[in-house]
């Protein structure tokens, strides 16, 4: 039995929409500083592509793995105060990171960080869309541009302060994970006193007027769009750099800057996806993003240096736009499993891009980074699935 309602409050609430964007991007600076570590500590433990692809599956594994179950038991019992224990296990991960001294710490510490958003993203995911005011999109994408942004900004604190500061100042960002635990304390305030308020409004309804198998079906098809956009954006978290320095002999920094300008295209992108969403449906959204980035991923292990640049920037912005719209589509397909489609999305997110960065660590280890790119060009093609989702009206598709 369902104990309260995901309905959303009837106006769009910004400040808790921003707040719970800012505790995303505080949540996914820590995560991305992990990538962007990867090359000091290959120096520093003499770490191979495999080792780094281990961290990273460690990490995206940990989270895959747990996400929708948080998710399928908050559906039933929400956990308000559950987010800033998420953001402390994330805290934790980190100091482990900055003190570990051996490969076993460092895999500890992934570890504990893929706990920590394994919390903290379906009960966050909730947040937004209660918070949406019925601009589902648009709240999705204003949650996860908080994520993008602090994934781009891992880079460059990496390069700026980690870099010439050493690893131990990792340690230092503790204070924005504390930051985070406080803003999360009042989000979680918030969020219970609206579902006091929706328990009284009894079970949400699920009919939508589709037969259960071809649900099922369309959240497979998800599922693997959702794999074809992670398994490439891992290939760039996890090996940008090192493709950079290995075909124009770039220093450590200036790869990592080239990354920023990756993952902020992609946060862009994102906030996009949310908009063109809301005004033209997801479904629109999801075949532009995944089919429509197909021909900039075949260019880009063929350029130069400056045109790999804007391709990035490009494949960023478009890639990226696809997984609010799937989120959006899939809460849909499956009303009242907020919880549910968060953990199962975002895990999935987690989860195939850390299967993916242990497997082409292994290929670069076995035939050169720039091969891999190739491959994974590829990957968008995957989109052409999207003519199997269901289409109907009341979704907006």
Same mark, same amino acid.
Request: proline share 5%; hydrophobic share 55%; glycine share 12%.
């Given at each position: 039995?369902?104990?309260?309602?995901?309905?959303?409050?009837?106006?769009?609430?910004?400040?808790?929409?921003?707040?719970?964007?800012?505790?995303?991007?505080?949540?996914?600076?820590?995560?991305?500083?992990?990538?962007?570590?990867?090359?000091?500590?290959?120096?520093?433990?003499?770490?191979?592509?495999?080792?780094?692809?281990?961290?990273?599956?460690?990490?995206?594994?940990? !989270?895959?793995?747990?996400?929708?179950?948080?998710?399928?038991?908050?559906?039933?019992?929400?956990?308000?105060?559950?987010?800033?224990?998420?953001?402390?296990?994330?805290?934790?991960?980190?100091?482990?990171?900055?003190?570990?001294?051996?490969?076993?710490?460092?895999?500890?510490?992934?570890?504990?960080?893929?706990?920590?958003?394994?919390?903290?993203?379906?009960?966050?995911?909730?947040?937004?869309?209660?918070?949406?005011?019925?601009?589902?999109?648009?709240?999705?994408?204003?949650?996860?541009? &908080?994520?993008?942004? &602090?994934? $781009?900004?891992?880079?460059?604190?990496?390069?700026?302060?980690?870099?010439?500061? &050493?690893?131990?100042?990792?340690?230092?960002?503790?204070?924005? !994970?504390?930051?985070?635990?406080?803003?999360?304390?009042?989000?979680?305030?918030?969020?219970?006193?609206?579902?006091?308020?929706?328990?009284?409004?009894?079970?949400?309804?699920?009919?939508?007027?589709?037969?259960?198998?071809?649900?099922?079906?369309?959240?497979?098809?998800?599922?693997?769009?959702?794999?074809?956009?992670?398994?490439?954006?891992?290939?760039?978290?996890?090996?940008?750099?090192?493709?950079?320095?290995?075909?124009?002999?770039?220093?450590?920094?200036?790869?990592?800057?080239?990354?920023?300008?990756?993952?902020?295209? $992609?946060?862009?992108?994102?906030?996009?996806?949310?908009?063109?969403?809301?005004?033209?449906?997801?479904?629109?959204?999801?075949?532009?993003?995944?089919?429509?980035?197909?021909?900039?991923?075949?260019?880009?292990?063929?350029?130069?240096?400056?045109?790999?640049?804007?391709?990035?920037?490009?494949?960023?912005?478009?890639?990226?736009?696809?997984?609010? $719209?799937?989120?959006?589509?899939?809460?849909?397909?499956?009303?009242?499993?907020?919880?549910?489609?968060?953990?199962?999305?975002?895990?999935?997110?987690?989860?195939?891009?850390?299967?993916?960065?242990?497997?082409?660590?292994?290929?670069?280890?076995?035939?050169?980074?720039?091969?891999?790119?190739?491959?994974?060009?590829?990957?968008?093609?995957?989109?052409?699935?999207?003519?199997?989702?269901?289409?109907?009206?009341?979704?907006?598709?």
């Amino acid at each position: 039995m369902i104990a309260h309602s995901d309905t959303p409050a009837a106006t769009t609430t910004w400040l808790v929409l921003v707040g719970i964007s800012l505790c995303h991007m505080i949540n996914d600076v820590m995560q991305s500083l992990l990538a962007a570590l990867y090359p000091l500590l290959a120096q520093e433990f003499t770490l191979s592509f495999w080792q780094i692809g281990l961290m990273t599956f460690a990490f995206q594994v940990t !989270a895959s793995l747990m996400q929708p179950l948080v998710g399928l038991v908050t559906d039933r019992r929400p956990m308000p105060q559950s987010l800033p224990v998420g953001m402390g296990s994330t805290l934790i991960g980190l100091i482990l990171l900055a003190s570990a001294q051996s490969y076993g710490g460092l895999l500890a510490g992934a570890m504990l960080i893929g706990v920590g958003s394994a919390v903290f993203h379906p009960e966050a995911s909730r947040v937004a869309r209660l918070a949406s005011g019925g601009r589902f999109g648009t709240a999705q994408s204003l949650f996860q541009v &908080g994520g993008n942004f &602090g994934s $781009a900004l891992g880079p460059l604190l990496a390069a700026f302060i980690v870099l010439p500061m &050493g690893r131990p100042s990792v340690a230092w960002f503790a204070v924005l !994970a504390l930051l985070g635990m406080v803003l999360l304390n009042r989000v979680g305030a918030w969020y219970g006193a609206i579902n006091r308020a929706n328990a009284a409004r009894g079970r949400p309804s699920r009919e939508i007027g589709l037969p259960r198998g071809r649900v099922v079906w369309a959240v497979v098809i998800l599922a693997i769009l959702t794999f074809s956009k992670n398994a490439y954006t891992a290939s760039i978290s996890s090996y940008y750099t090192f493709f950079l320095i290995d075909r124009f002999d770039m220093g450590i920094g200036a790869a990592q800057q080239m990354l920023f300008l990756f993952l902020a295209a $992609a946060a862009a992108g994102v906030m996009l996806g949310g908009l063109i969403g809301d005004r033209f449906g997801p479904l629109v959204v999801i075949w532009v993003s995944i089919l429509g980035v197909l021909p900039f991923t075949l260019l880009l292990p063929h350029v130069g240096p400056v045109a790999t640049g804007v391709l990035s920037v490009v494949i960023g912005v478009v890639i990226a736009s696809a997984f609010p $719209a799937i989120v959006v589509y899939a809460q849909e397909l499956l009303p009242g499993r907020v919880g549910l489609v968060a953990g199962i999305f975002f895990g999935l997110a987690f989860g195939f891009g850390g299967i993916a960065a242990a497997l082409l660590g292994v290929l670069a280890d076995y035939r050169g980074i720039a091969w891999v790119y190739q491959v994974c060009a590829w990957l968008p093609a995957l989109g052409m699935i999207t003519v199997f989702l269901p289409r109907r009206p009341m979704m907006r598709v």
